[in-house]
């Protein structure tokens, strides 16, 4: 399946749940801590399956987020990307670091 698919699959699916409404929007939040400690904890155990399925969690609950904000899922990644496209840094203890952060310290 091409990604803009399963996008509006998850879309779908959201609506005819009733997850669109903007009200739920914090719930939304709530779950996705919860997802990202799954992720994280399928991450520390070398849990490859469940890390996976974490991440594809993610990603729908952020869709569903967006949906509720009512802002587009692509659109927001795009706008993530030109943000960090031309972002200049260096890696320190395994993490990524800005230059703008890098002269703060």
Partial sequence: MIYTDTV????RWARERGLDRPSNSSNQIIKLMEEVGELSAAYNKGQQNKVIDSIGDIQIVLIILCMQLGLGYQMSLDEAYKQIKY???KMINGSFVKDEDLEER
């Fill in 8 to 11: 509006s699959e998850v879309d």
């Fill in 87 to 89: 972002r200049k840094g």
